[in-house]
């Protein structure tokens, strides 16, 4: 974890630790790269090889503990600039004596502590190296490079470090669990205010009997995280310098109906849907999209009724038909839009003698696409297809247009008319693109969670840059993954109306299906439900960033210690934010948090899901009663704050 350090020549010491050990990891892909080649260097004997290697691992092994001296240094330099935070802090008549001594105390027990957590990788590296340079004496014996006798003695020698090595340890085992007792025992005697005289005699009668063991690594960072928190505050992850979220957001609010930027989404989840269905069955390419269209509508419409159920269906048949249309596979008609309406109203028409435009009177459904006209600038065109149905349910196609004109059948003659000269009637229903893969996506990842929970809520982080530090902070960055495109936060609803929330990772499963799982690498605190203060990074004006003053809904730690915080603003967006501090005073604790860019899907789903288990609905509204209570807590609180300032001044 990378905190902020305040004292210049603390600042620069750490900068080299850092330099250091980022040469020192260099230095071991470098000797990993060794390492590989010798699997296939023919040109030496397997004695030489497996001795080159051998001196290799052991170089490597030595790097290794070489970096936990370096990030044991800059872990000297934290306890100094947290010990001076903390003095400035009780100077200031920030924190109470009585919290500055329990802050103290940690401190006192944090450092050998984390010696003792040191040792433990030391001790382990320093074996595996003593097993390396035993074969290594082996090795040179059977290859007649050392004595008999000069092979035994090296081999004791070692025997011997590996034997006080681990005695060195147990002695730092039996100090650091005093070390533990004492602090326990201070910690239990700064609460004899809140627990009184009885209950303290009884926990420190429990403390004295117990078995008291030594510090475990978690422990350890967990403290060394707290005061991190409290004191410094963390080095923020890296952003991108635009919002992804709000760009997709504004493109959605296009007219459709005029020339625009690209608007259809492309969803992996929707090509890997097309794709699995292609290979079900052998049929000739007509049949094959008929199929895929069929089974398509089926996963859009899973959790519709009605005439949204039946129109989902259609829309899935005239999208696979128009991405895959013979015309021009490389310039697909994209479908954004199915709507059915109350009928047509063309006055030229109507007002032709003799023409029967009874059919113009009926229900007519509209499907709206996007195609092509500049490729490489995304800049689409709106085409249409207008629909009647016959005695039999089935959809006949009465007329389509493009930008210029429309061709449109009425009473079996064909018109050419002006686009502006077709007015549509009442809206009836409709489906969108948009919507329409969002619940596929809601459809899979339900179907992966296989709880029986309903999805109420989705968000996608879309921030690349914070993503490639998410993969390091999470460990996939050894594992050579990417992150992009496969973190989603997710709210699920239980039978009981019980909400609860997740971070999970899209994967592959053996045959090839996108299926989500929780994201690796990053796991649950027990808080939730405290106050935390998010920078939006939005200019309310001049150099002010709006900030937004809510509750967490679920709080997160990764393994590099770094936090995180699921939110949801007064619209019901989900919202994930990197914690960053956190301010403890005598009346009221806070958190201070930076926004992550995240994508919201619907937040209907949320409304849905209550209804879908009878709950009552003013339960809904909570959301939004917390975020402005919050909101104006938060006001009250910097109020107080200036006040205070005031006086001290």
Same mark, same amino acid.
């Given at each position: 974890?990378?905190?902020?350090?305040?004292?210049?020549?603390?600042?620069?010491e750490?900068?080299?630790?850092?330099?250091?050990?980022?040469?020192?990891?260099?230095?071991?892909?470098?000797?990993?790269?060794k390492?590989?080649?010798?699997?296939?260097?023919m040109?030496?004997?397997?004695k030489?090889?497996?001795?080159?290697?051998?001196?290799?691992?052991i170089?490597?092994?030595?790097?290794?503990?070489?970096?936990?001296?370096?990030?044991?240094?800059?872990?000297?330099?934290f306890?100094?600039?947290v010990?001076?935070? &903390?003095?400035? +802090?009780? =100077?200031?008549? $920030?924190?109470?004596s009585? *919290?500055? !001594?329990?802050?103290?105390?940690?401190? @006192?027990y944090?450092?050998?502590?984390k010696?003792?957590t040191?040792?433990?990788?030391?001790?382990?590296i320093?074996?595996?190296?003593?097993?390396?340079?035993?074969?290594?004496?082996?090795?040179?014996?059977?290859?007649?490079?050392t004595?008999?006798?000069?092979?035994?003695f090296?081999?004791?020698?070692?025997?011997?470090?590996?034997?006080?090595?681990?005695?060195?340890?147990?002695?730092?085992?039996?100090?650091?669990?005093?070390?533990?007792?004492?602090?326990?025992?201070?910690?239990?005697?700064?609460?004899?205010?809140?627990?009184?005289?009885?209950?303290?005699?009884?926990?420190?009668?429990?403390l004295?009997?117990?078995?008291?063991?030594?510090?475990?690594?978690?422990e350890?960072?967990?403290m060394?995280?707290? &005061?991190g928190y +409290?004191? =410094?505050?963390? $080095?923020?992850?890296?952003? *991108?310098? !635009?919002?992804?979220?709000?760009?997709? @957001?504004?493109?959605?609010?296009?007219?459709?109906?005029?020339?625009?930027?690209s608007?259809?989404?492309?969803?992996?989840?929707?090509?890997?849907?097309?794709?699995?269905?292609?290979?079900?069955?052998?049929?000739?390419?007509?049949?094959?999209?008929?199929?895929i269209?069929?089974?398509?509508?089926?996963?859009?419409g899973?959790?519709l009724d009605?005439?949204?159920k039946?129109?989902?269906?259609k829309?899935?048949?005239?999208?696979?038909?128009?991405?895959?249309?013979?015309?021009d596979?490389?310039?697909?008609?994209?479908?954004?839009?199915?709507?059915?309406?109350d009928?047509?109203n063309?006055?030229?028409l109507?007002?032709?003698?003799?023409?029967?435009?009874?059919?113009?009177?009926?229900?007519?459904?509209?499907?709206?696409?996007?195609?092509?006209?500049?490729?490489?600038?995304?800049?689409?065109?709106?085409?249409?297809e207008?629909?009647?149905?016959g005695?039999?349910?089935?959809?006949i196609?009465?007329?389509?247009?493009?930008?210029?004109?429309?061709?449109?059948?009425?009473?079996?003659?064909?018109?050419?008319?002006?686009?502006?000269e077709?007015?549509?009637?009442?809206?009836?229903?409709?489906?969108?693109?948009?919507?329409m893969?969002?619940?596929?996506?809601?459809?899979?990842?339900?179907?992966?969670?296989?709880?029986?929970?309903r999805?109420?809520?989705?968000?996608?982080v879309?921030?690349v840059n914070f993503?490639?530090?998410?993969?390091?902070?999470?460990?996939?960055?050894?594992?050579d993954?990417?992150?992009?495109?496969?973190?989603?936060l997710?709210?699920?609803i239980?039978?009981?109306?019980?909400?609860?929330?997740?971070?999970?990772?899209?994967?592959?499963?053996?045959d090839?299906?996108?299926?989500?799982?929780?994201l690796?690498?990053i796991?649950?605190?027990?808080?939730s439900?405290r106050?935390?203060?998010?920078?939006t990074?939005k200019?309310?004006?001049g150099?002010?960033?709006?900030?937004?003053?809510t509750?967490?809904?679920?709080?997160?730690q990764?393994?590099?210690?770094?936090?995180?915080?699921?939110?949801?603003d007064?619209?019901?967006?989900?919202?994930?934010?990197?914690?960053?501090?956190e301010?403890?005073?005598?009346d009221?604790?806070?958190?201070?948090?930076?926004?992550i860019?995240t994508?919201s899907?619907?937040?209907?789903?949320?409304?849905?899901g209550?209804?879908?288990?009878?709950?009552?609905?003013?339960?809904?509204?909570?959301?939004?009663?917390?975020?402005?209570?919050?909101?104006?807590?938060?006001?009250?609180?910097?109020?107080?704050t200036?006040?205070?300032?005031?006086?001290?001044?």
């Open positions: 974890m990378d905190y902020k350090f305040i004292d210049e020549n603390n600042k620069n750490k900068k080299k630790y850092e330099e250091n050990i980022e040469k020192c990891n260099e230095e071991i892909s470098d000797i990993d790269k390492i590989k080649e010798l699997r296939f260097n040109s030496i004997s397997p030489e090889r497996q001795k080159q290697k051998l001196e290799l691992e170089a490597k092994k030595e790097i290794e503990s070489k970096i936990i001296s370096l990030q044991n240094a800059m872990f000297d330099l306890i100094k600039e010990d001076k935070k &903390l003095a400035d +802090k009780r =100077l200031n008549n $920030e924190i109470t009585k *919290e500055y !001594y329990a802050e103290k105390q940690k401190l @006192k944090l450092k050998p502590a010696e003792y040191n040792n433990l990788k030391y001790t382990e320093e074996d595996i190296i003593i097993d390396f340079k035993t074969k290594l004496e082996q090795l040179k014996f059977d290859t007649k490079l004595t008999f006798e000069q092979k035994e090296n081999i004791k020698e070692l025997e011997k470090s590996k034997k006080f090595n681990q005695t060195e340890l147990e002695y730092q085992k039996e100090d650091i669990k005093k070390e533990k007792y004492d602090y326990e025992y201070h910690k239990i005697y700064q609460e004899r205010d809140e627990i009184g005289e009885k209950k303290l005699k009884e926990k420190l009668a429990e004295e009997n117990s078995d008291i063991n030594p510090p475990t690594e978690k350890v960072d967990d060394y995280n707290d &005061l +409290k004191y =410094l505050g963390k $080095e923020m992850s890296e952003r *991108e310098n !635009y919002k992804v979220a709000e760009t997709w @957001k504004n493109l959605e609010k296009q007219d459709i109906n005029e020339e625009h930027e608007m259809y989404i492309n969803y992996d989840e929707l090509d890997n849907k097309i794709t699995r269905y292609t290979f079900d069955n052998d049929l000739d390419n007509k049949e094959i999209m008929t199929y269209g069929k089974r398509l509508g089926e996963d859009y899973k959790h009605g005439e949204k039946e129109l989902a269906a829309f899935a048949e005239l999208e696979v038909f128009g991405r895959y249309r013979d015309i596979i490389n310039n697909p008609k994209l479908l954004l839009q199915l709507e059915k309406v009928g047509l063309i006055e030229t109507e007002e032709t003698i003799g023409l029967d435009t009874k059919d113009l009177k009926r229900e007519i459904y509209i499907a709206t696409y996007e195609e092509y006209i500049d490729e490489n600038k995304g800049i689409m065109s709106p085409d249409k207008y629909y009647t149905k005695e039999k349910g089935e959809y196609k009465i007329g389509e247009s493009n930008k210029e004109e429309t061709t449109i059948t009425v009473d079996g003659f064909d018109f050419k008319l002006k686009n502006d077709i007015l549509k009637g009442e809206e009836l229903e409709k489906v969108t693109q948009k919507e893969v969002e619940e596929l996506i809601k459809n899979e990842v339900e179907k992966s969670l296989g709880d029986g929970k999805v109420t809520g989705i968000s996608k879309v921030d993503l490639k530090e998410l993969e390091k902070q999470c460990g996939y960055d050894k594992k993954e990417t992150l992009w495109d496969r973190v989603s997710v709210s699920t239980n039978e009981k109306g019980e909400e609860d929330f997740q971070i999970l990772e899209k994967n592959y499963d053996e090839g299906n996108i299926i989500y799982k929780d690796e690498g796991s649950t605190l027990e808080n439900n106050d935390i203060a998010i920078d990074e200019i309310l004006f150099k002010y960033k709006k900030v937004e003053s509750k967490t809904l679920k709080e997160y990764t393994e590099s210690g770094d936090r995180y915080a699921i939110t949801r007064e619209d019901g967006n989900l919202g994930f934010s990197e914690i960053y501090s301010i403890h005073r005598d009221y604790h806070i958190m201070e948090a930076k926004e860019d994508y899907f619907e937040t209907k789903w949320l409304k849905e209550y209804d879908e288990f009878d709950i009552d609905q003013s339960d809904i509204e909570n959301t939004k009663e917390i975020f402005n209570r919050s909101k104006d807590e938060m006001e009250k609180t910097k109020e107080n200036k006040e205070d300032k005031g006086r001290e001044l």
